[in-house]
């Protein structure tokens, strides 16, 4: 269900939208004072706005522009000013559609419906978190965290790409120069730069509760062994 804020001082044009809005299943909130339009946004979080120009107080090109400070939600503008330019205002100041009234409902819902495709459904540009998961372990690569259950731990960025390296080559041993190459791009680093860094990562894993996954190959490298039980994150 997706939530549309009308934003429209003509209660029956109000009252008909929301009805109709309504019958195709989502919430439509109508906006009580004109003068709060910004903290009735925060409040509802809509997913679309309908937001007429002619409005009490400050028109809708104002309001549009304080949203846009706040939120990219689609807002669409109806209203009974069918001139260029008020459409060029609209758009100028944020907007994602311009309807003239009087309107047909069906293409008020029609363009509501294209919108939340586009930024929410079907249509939607997907910009997935980069993670790197092993049987229920995750290693969150941009926020710099790792997950396992409702358990999470906060990472260093060195922290997080020797993780990264072990969790993607478990069970297989990694080489010390392998982990090397990949913290310090080649610069000479010593054995106890490279040890302090694996002990940091043992205690992280400990902090979720993950004890002798991490072992030392003497004269090697490191392996990360796949020995705690799967948990789902709450």
Not at 160 to 177: A, F, G, M
Request: proline share 3%; charged share 30%; hydrophobic share 40%.
């Amino acid at each position: 269900m997706y939530t549309i804020m009308i934003v429209e001082d003509d209660p029956k044009i109000a009252g008909l939208l929301k009805s109709h809005i309504e019958r195709y299943g989502d919430k439509a909130v109508l906006a009580e004072d004109f003068e709060m339009i910004v903290q009735q946004f925060e409040q509802v979080q809509p997913h679309v706005v309908l937001l007429d120009i002619n409005l009490p107080s400050y028109d809708g090109f104002y309001w549009c522009r304080q949203i846009r400070t706040l939120s990219t939600c689609p807002i669409l503008f109806i209203s009974a000013r069918s001139g260029k330019m008020d459409q060029v205002m609209a758009l100028e100041n944020g907007a994602d559609d311009y309807i003239t009234k009087p309107f047909e409902h069906e293409i008020v819902i029609a363009k509501i419906r294209s919108q939340l495709r586009r930024v929410y459904g079907d249509y939607a540009v997907r910009d997935e978190e980069r993670k790197v998961e092993l049987n229920g372990l995750v290693v969150y690569l941009e926020r710099l965290e790792i997950q396992l259950g409702d358990r999470k731990v906060q990472l260093t960025k060195k922290e997080t790409i020797l993780l990264e390296t072990l969790l993607r080559r478990s069970p297989k041993l990694v080489s010390r120069e392998t982990i090397l190459e990949k913290l310090w791009d080649d610069s000479f680093v010593d054995d106890n730069t490279l040890s302090v860094n694996v002990t940091r990562v043992r205690k992280r894993l400990a902090e979720l509760g993950i004890t002798d996954a991490l072992e030392t190959v003497r004269g090697s490298g490191y392996r990360l062994n796949n020995n705690w039980k799967a948990a789902s994150p709450s």
